[in-house]
């Protein structure tokens, strides 16, 4: 006995058409899947708060201790001492919240999650520029608890309530640019702990000598040019003038146009290196 196969017939339902599989992703799209990462980020910082303490406590803690420890020693009382440390305390705070940034990125890399976006039908470079723009929200913290600390301390802006507005988005935005070379040393370091030790390596020396706990006069020759080299110098300068004095002077200017030169160099390398290993 043979069984014969015949094909079912046409039950009359109407099938589903299957869509289009493309590659390529639109740039609103990209914007709209990096913005999705984005949110990814602020939830991670929502379950777990602890990732907040570097910019919630250590604005709170280290604006009080070096205020007392370095006021009455170098300026004869904190009062005097809170125009020039205040706004140097401010850009050191946000600049060094920027390396977590590179540290993030290299320990998500390290669990496999960028493994998982790569199966997802999303632009790739949205898990990388989602997490730097997450972290703006972080620089937007430190920001604000290093101000109000400065206040109720004593301090006083001469320039005051656009002065300091201005001074916070000068350094918020300069993080940003910033925060594009930890990106690239997170994207290419071998693991969080190096990239993390790279970083720190790097900044502490260039914000302890850029004038934002003492007065750059004060310091040997040799020291003073290197400065003229360090971009945190000029930013520590800008937030100086600004908060002071709302001046809006070369400093200012050269910190704006290091950013976007940052920007412009560091940010597609960092693209390009992401891209190949994502």
């Known amino acids: 006995m043979t069984a014969t196969l015949t094909a079912p017939a046409d039950s009359g339902r109407i099938r589903a058409e299957i869509p289009e599989v493309s590659n390529r992703v639109s740039l609103r799209q990209t914007m709209r899947h990096s913005m999705t990462m984005a949110y990814r980020g602020l939830l991670k910082i929502k379950h777990n708060p602890e990732q907040l303490f570097d910019v919630t406590i250590q604005p709170i803690l280290f604006t009080a201790l070096f205020a007392f420890i370095f006021g009455g020693a170098m300026f004869g009382s904190v009062d ?74 004593g301090y006083r802006p001469g320039g005051g309530f656009a002065g300091v507005l201005a001074a916070c988005l000068m350094v918020i935005v300069c993080s940003f640019a910033i925060s594009w070379i930890w990106a690239l040393v997170g994207v290419t370091g071998k693991s969080a702990s190096a990239v993390q030790g790279i970083s720190m390596i790097i900044m502490f020396p260039l914000t302890f000598v850029s004038g934002a706990f003492a007065p750059v006069e004060s310091m040997p020759g040799w020291l003073q040019g290197i400065n ?29 146009l290091g950013s976007l030169a940052v920007i412009l160099i560091v940010a597609p390398i960092t693209v390009r290196a992401y891209m190949r290993r994502a």
């Open 80 to 153: 005097n001492y809170l125009p020039l440390f205040i706004p140097g305390i401010l850009v050191q705070t946000v600049v060094l919240t920027s390396i977590v940034t590179g540290t993030q990125l290299r320990e998500d890399m390290d669990k496999g999650v960028f493994d998982r976006f790569k199966s997802l039908p999303i632009a790739r470079i949205s898990a990388l520029s989602g997490a730097l723009i997450a972290d703006m929200v972080r620089y937007l913290i430190a920001t604000t608890l290093t101000v109000i600390m400065g206040l109720i301390l």
């Open 228 to 256: 003229k080299l360090n971009p945190v110098y000029y930013m520590v300068k800008a937030a100086q003038e600004l908060m002071n004095a709302n001046h809006y002077g070369p400093n200012l200017a050269w910190s704006l």
